[in-house]
């Protein structure tokens, strides 16, 4: 799924086998960072992304 921010940037998430993968992307559409997290702390990013999703 991808997450569209105000700040023109972009977070694309997938499902790994250890969790969620993050991908932030800037407005270019280059890869700025990337990070995998567990079920508890993906679930309340992926909250707190939707908040801010346009």
């Known amino acids: ?4 921010l105000r ?5 694309i998430t997938r499902k790994v086998d250890t ?3 993050f991908e932030t992307r800037n ?4 890869t700025i960072s ?3 997290l ?3 702390e993906a679930r309340a990013l992926v ?3 939707t908040r801010k999703a346009v």
């Open 47 to 49: 909250l707190d992304l």
């Open 7 to 11: 700040n023109g940037y972009s977070v």
């Open 34 to 36: 990337t990070v995998t």
């Open 38 to 40: 567990g079920f508890i």
């Open 1 to 4: 799924m991808t997450y569209s």
């Open 27 to 30: 407005r270019l559409g280059e």
């Open 19 to 21: 969790g969620t993968e």
